[in-house]
């Protein structure tokens, strides 16, 4: 495999062309790079060749992964949040995407007033409409956005999130990163708020939702590799059981077979 540094360059060429041809500005957009399954070695790796951002879908994992990683890199965690890993996940990440009710956004008000923190989010919106994936219902957007507003003032929004549906063509995706975009800026317009980040896009099909608006772009595969399939890269020591394959039981600590970035 190429040297991360020159894996970057072609992605950023890549993007670069993305803004050029949609009429937007390079540094407008920013590499989301998803470590999942991977070490600690793989977040220096990319703070080394200048990337500033790291995805975990886990909390659990970036729990001992940031624990053991170098520092000068913000947190985000992408994948799905339950109620009772809130308070880990506001210790831990600087940005959470995955919003994805009213009621989720409660519990990390209350906990964020707990302890004092300024929880900066993204709702999680399911475009597609597919079971398989988290989200709220683009008509849910509005109502939440308003209670959050009212009920919930330590919370800032700042955008909304999506996956698009697996699938060989890019292209596939393009509309369901424009149905987001056009959500966003219906919500912008009616509600007379600024929702500046829009996270969408993933190895597969990032061009495209440069294209379409994003701004922050979930970056795994196409950066590091395929995941690591039958080795944890949960350090010696830290204890429980490692997964060793299969999205179900993926528990954090240990790498899962289906790559979702």
Same mark, same amino acid.
Not at 12 to 38: L, N, Y
Not at 244 to 252: E, K, R
């Given at each position: 495999?190429?040297?991360?540094?020159? @894996?970057?360059?072609?992605?950023?060429?890549? @993007?670069?062309?993305?803004?050029?041809?949609?009429?937007?500005?390079?540094?407008?957009? #920013?590499?989301? =790079?998803?470590?999942?399954?991977?070490?600690?070695?793989?977040?220096?790796?990319?703070?080394?060749?200048?990337?500033? @951002? *790291?995805?975990?879908?886990?909390?659990?994992?970036? !729990?001992? !992964?940031?624990?053991?990683? *170098?520092?000068? %890199?913000?947190?985000?965690?992408?994948?799905?949040?339950?109620?009772? !890993? *809130? +308070? =880990?996940?506001?210790?831990?990440?600087? *940005? @959470?995407?995955? &919003?994805?009710?009213?009621?989720?956004?409660?519990?990390?008000?209350?906990?964020?007033?707990?302890?004092?923190?300024?929880?900066?989010?993204?709702?999680?919106?399911? &475009?597609?409409? #597919?079971?398989?994936?988290?989200?709220?219902?683009?008509?849910?957007?509005?109502?939440?956005? +308003?209670?959050? =507003?009212?009920?919930?003032?330590?919370?800032?929004? $700042?955008?909304? %999130?999506?996956?698009?549906?697996?699938?060989?063509?890019?292209?596939?995706?393009?509309?369901?990163?424009?149905?987001?975009?056009?959500?966003?800026?219906? %919500?912008?317009? !009616?509600?007379?708020?600024?929702?500046?980040?829009?996270? %969408?896009?993933?190895?597969? /099909?990032?061009?495209?939702? &440069?294209? #379409?608006?994003?701004?922050? &772009? +979930?970056?795994?595969?196409?950066?590091?590799?395929?995941?690591?399939?039958?080795?944890?890269?949960?350090? $010696?020591?830290?204890?429980?059981?490692?997964?060793?394959?299969?999205? /179900?039981?993926?528990?954090?600590?240990?790498?899962?077979?289906?790559?979702? /970035?």
């Amino acid at each position: 495999m190429k040297p991360l540094s020159e @894996i970057l360059e072609e992605v950023e060429g890549r @993007i670069s062309a993305a803004c050029a041809r949609s009429g937007r500005r390079r540094e407008d957009v #920013e590499i989301v =790079a998803v470590t999942k399954t991977h070490g600690e070695d793989v977040v220096r790796e990319a703070r080394d060749a200048g990337l500033r @951002i *790291v995805g975990e879908n886990k909390v659990q994992e970036a !729990k001992w !992964k940031k624990a053991a990683s *170098v520092s000068g %890199m913000d947190w985000h965690l992408i994948g799905h949040l339950q109620g009772n !890993k *809130v +308070r =880990a996940a506001l210790e831990l990440f600087d *940005v @959470i995407h995955s &919003v994805d009710s009213a009621k989720l956004a409660d519990r990390i008000n209350a906990i964020a007033d707990e302890i004092g923190a300024r929880p900066r989010v993204l709702l999680e919106v399911n &475009v597609s409409g #597919e079971k398989s994936k988290s989200g709220m219902k683009p008509e849910d957007v509005e109502p939440t956005l +308003r209670h959050i =507003a009212q009920e919930c003032p330590r919370v800032t929004v $700042e955008g909304l %999130m999506t996956m698009a549906p697996f699938s060989e063509n890019a292209e596939d995706a393009r509309p369901f990163f424009r149905r987001l975009r056009t959500l966003r800026d219906e %919500m912008e317009s !009616k509600l007379g708020i600024g929702l500046p980040r829009l996270s %969408m896009g993933m190895s597969g /099909d990032y061009e495209v939702a &440069v294209e #379409e608006g994003a701004t922050w &772009v +979930r970056l795994g595969t196409v950066l590091f590799g395929e995941r690591p399939k039958a080795k944890s890269v949960r350090p $010696e020591g830290d204890g429980g059981d490692f997964a060793t394959g299969g999205l /179900d039981s993926y528990s954090g600590a240990g790498p899962t077979v289906k790559v979702l /970035d």
